[in-house]
Every structure is written in C-alpha cells, then in structure tokens.
C-alpha cells in the first residue's frame, strides 16, 4: 500500500513539474518597412500605394494584436521583409506587454521576405538552410531552443507558392533541403517542422494537374514521408512510422481543415508537422488533441471571410491582419497519452443525402465507380441504391473498379450533393458495371433518389437547351459549348450523368457520351 501511494505521489509530482509549452505558426501576411532598399515587393516600396511610415505602424500593430491574443511561448512567423522590421515588432510587442525575448531570422538578401522565429525561451544555435533553386527562394529557418535541459529544434518554413511558375518540382527542392538537414541530426534530437508550405495536408491527392510535374510525388507527402504506402499516416501509426512525420491537419475534424482562403476556397497549407519521437514518452512530447487554428472574431469580417490586410484599388487602406490564421498545438515534458479512437462508421451512400456536413469521418464500403471523367467519378454501393458524385476527390480511382473508401468531407453544390474528400482508399474486387446503370423507363426528373445516377440509351429530340423524351422535357447542359447540338437535333445519348443545377439536368461531359442522328 505505501510503495502504491509513493508512486501515485512520484506521478502526480512530474505532472505538476511538467513544462507545457504553446507552440505556432503565423503567416503575417508582408510585412515590410518603410526603408527603400530594392528588394521589396512594388506595393510595398516606400512612398508607393500609400505605403508610408504610418502605415508601417499600423501593419505592425495589427501584428502584434495578434500574436498577443495567441499568446504562443514559440511561434514562426513567415513573410517579415529583415531583421529591422523583426526587431521593431519585438519592440512592439514588448511595449504592448507580450515580450518576446529571444529571435532569429533567415538572411538570404536576394529574397524578398524572409521566415522568422520568436521565443520566451533561450535560442541556444540557429542556421539557415539553403534553398538553391533561385536566387529569390526564401531559405529555412533552424533554431533550437531549450525546454528545461531539453533541446527542440523547429524548423521555420515559406516554401514556393503556386502561382507565377510553382509547379510541384519547386516545392520539392524544399523538401528535399529540410529532408537532407533532418537526416544529419542525431536519432535522438526532437523536432517540429511548422510553417507555410503553400500545399495541402494530402496534396498527392488533391494536387491540380497544372501543377504537377513530378508524376504525383509531392514534398510535403513522399519526400517529408507523412504518408503510409498510399494513405496519410493516423495517430495510431506514428510511433512506428521512425522516419515518417505526422501532420496535426489529421488531429481536427476534417470540415475545420483551414487556415486561408483563396478566391473562397479554403485550404490548409499552413502546417505543424512532428516525428515520431514527440510521441515516445521521453524528452518533450505532443499533447494529444490541442492542434488548433487560431480564430479570433477579429480575424474574420462580417460575412465571415478571413479579414485579410486590405490592399485595394492599388493603396493600402489600413485595415484588416492577414490572409492566414494562425495555427497552434501544445507540447509538453509530461509523457504523450493516447487516446484511441473511435473507427469510422459503416454508412450508405443514402445516409449522406441526410447531412449536410460530417462531424467525423465515415466508411463506405463497396463503392462501385460507375463513370470517372477527370478527377471527378460518380459511384454506387449497389445497382437499386442511390448514387454520388465525387468532386476532385477522385484521381486514384479507376471506373469499372469497386472500393471501399473513408469519406471525410462532403457538400451540396447548387443542390447538387457531392463527396470532396476522401482519406482512405482500399481496391476491391472489379465488377460489370451494366447492371448499375438505368434506362430511359427510370427517368423521372422529380425524383430525389435519382440524383446522380447514370442513364444510357437515351434518345430524344433536342429543343431550348432541354431533351424531349416521350413527350417530357429535361433539361440538358454539355461541359463543352461545341458538343451543343442543333436546334431540333435527334439525339441518342450513351451516357449521361443526372445532375442538380437549382433544378434537375442530364450532364454531357464528353463528345463521346453522346450521338447526333440528325
């Protein structure tokens, strides 16, 4: 009984001993000075846009709003021009009472901004990590601080974004340049990977095609290994994973996976990535569940859009902070303590058309892909069951082929009901897919439950973009404005998708899935 309640005091000593830490990643969105010294962005140059030393202020200001309210002990900072600006917002932030004692910033003079660090604990080294692709690249950031007697290094990153020539090749040299670092430390030295990697969590599944120039191989997943064979890598596989790294994208509820904005679309490609040896037990470890994004109401306007800093009309307003959130996880020199959880549920494609969004993953099983035209595919589980559309969730999939697959985000596009993301796929056995097609006798437009499926062997009279088949119409739209066929044409359709745009439509999306008889 003593030697029991000495180690039940021995355990509740080291967690009330225990260092916990809030660690971040923050996109400031540019910020520069108002010194002229040639390497700034146009809209940034002193004098220009209304870029004027009080506006510097602001911006700073804005800055330091945010990184007080996020109240992180370490926090990597990517798009701060120099070391002058990185020094004034420390001033700032210390004047404000968020004091940041410690800093370190990259200092490749050839790029235009540059990936920072700030920290309340002692930066003990840090180094740049050459990114040799051109002369603009930004360089990484590496710095070790030290937790207690414990050494952490954090790995401060801004790789090649997609516009203006960032094919996936580009990405890829940074990856390679961390992953060759990463490589000559010591087995035992713990890391964080964190940063603005300008790609997504499961970038090899949705990579856009522009993009890719290396076959699918992307950084952030083959060559920083955050995938498991063809799938991402789950909590419970990471302290077996030595060499993979666990994105914490996969700690939160796939419908809260974003952190910017891009013309609407939501992305996460700010990210915080950790090793195995985070999850060990020893040293300085995750705590498990507490990966978050930063959503302060003040980062977000009245209609709900990221409340990016306001650059408009060619002048800087002095509004608003950036066009990432931040992005947050908690660690700690108390052991790692997981939690298993619960496994996907069984579901039916039906049980979809009942939500509008999915608090958690779900398994479909024996998916059927009936059509596949791109990236897009529609499938069924059964040939009387209902069908669904899968929007650019769909590359590795092959029509003919049956799956079973996770889903883990699913939306309705003008009434349209649509899976876009998948997690996990498992090929099944292939099937004939005639018996899961319908005919032109189970056409019937105000059908709900025939929302995605497949008909062929349609054949109709083509009239005001509408296809009068036995005396009913139903409205029909080609992908591509030269498969329109004339006014008035006999058509026989091979195949069409029956889609939902506000009402009702048969979908044409290739010259092949139809024929005009005259």
Request: proline fraction near 3%; charge should be positive.
């Amino acid at each position: 009984m003593l030697r029991l309640l000495i180690l039940l005091l021995l355990s509740l000593s080291s967690i009330l001993l225990a260092t916990e830490l809030k660690i971040a990643s923050y996109n400031v969105e540019n910020l520069f000075d108002d010194v002229r010294d040639g390497s700034e962005y146009d809209e940034y140059v002193p004098g220009k846009h209304n870029w004027t030393a009080r506006m510097v202020e602001i911006k700073l200001n804005h800055t330091a709003e945010v990184l007080c309210e996020l109240d992180a002990d370490i926090v990597g900072l990517q798009e701060i021009e120099n070391e002058a600006i990185l020094d004034r917002l420390q001033k700032r932030l210390k004047r404000v009472g968020c004091p940041y004692r410690y800093s370190a910033i990259t200092h490749k003079k050839s790029a235009n901004i540059h990936v920072a660090l700030l920290s309340r604990y002692p930066i003990i080294a840090k180094r740049d990590i050459r990114v040799n692709y051109s002369d603009r690249d930004r360089d990484i950031l590496e710095a070790t601080v030290k937790i207690d007697n414990y050494p952490l290094t954090l790995f401060v990153n801004h790789w090649k974004a997609k516009s203006r020539g960032g094919k996936e090749s580009r990405r890829i040299v940074y990856a390679k340049a961390l992953a060759e670092r990463i490589n000559t430390l010591s087995k035992e030295r713990e890391y964080i990977i964190l940063g603005d990697l300008n790609c997504h969590y499961d970038e090899y599944r949705v990579i856009n095609r522009s993009f890719d120039d290396s076959h699918g191989k992307t950084g952030i997943n083959h060559i920083l290994k955050s995938i498991k064979g063809s799938d991402m890598l789950l909590e419970e596989d990471i302290s077996l994973e030595r060499e993979g790294h666990y994105n914490l994208w996969m700690e939160s509820a796939p419908a809260k996976r974003w952190s910017h904005k891009y013309y609407g679309h939501k992305g996460a490609i700010d990210h915080i990535m950790v090793p195995y040896k985070l999850f060990d037990g020893r040293g300085i470890d995750y705590v498990n569940n507490s990966f978050a994004v930063f959503k302060a109401p003040f980062l977000f306007t009245s209609k709900g859009w990221i409340n990016t800093w306001d650059y408009s009309h060619g002048k800087h307003k002095g509004k608003g902070y950036s066009d990432h959130l931040p992005i947050f996880a908690y660690f700690s020199t108390d052991p790692y303590r997981i939690e298993k959880r619960k496994p996907a549920s069984t579901k039916q494609i039906e049980d979809l058309y009942r939500v509008e969004v999915l608090d958690q993953p779900i398994k479909l099983k024996g998916c059927h892909v009936i059509l596949k035209r791109g990236d897009d595919a529609i499938i069924k589980q059964s040939a009387q069951g209902m069908a669904i559309y899968l929007y650019g969730a769909a590359r590795a999939l092959e029509e003919g082929e049956c799956y079973d697959l996770v889903v883990s985000e699913i939306s309705n596009y003008k009434g349209l009901k649509e899976i876009t993301r998948i997690d996990y796929i498992q090929k099944q056995k292939s099937v004939d897919l005639q018996r899961y097609y319908l005919s032109q006798n189970a056409l019937k437009s105000k059908d709900p439950t025939l929302q995605n499926q497949i008909f062929v062997n349609l054949t109709g009279i083509y009239r005001n973009e509408h296809l009068e088949i036995d005396g009913k119409k139903i409205a029909i739209y080609f992908k591509k404005k030269r498969y329109i066929p004339k006014e008035g044409s006999r058509l026989k359709i091979v195949y069409a998708h029956l889609g939902y745009y506000r009402k009702p439509q048969l979908v044409i999306y290739n010259q092949k899935d139809f024929i005009e008889e005259g």
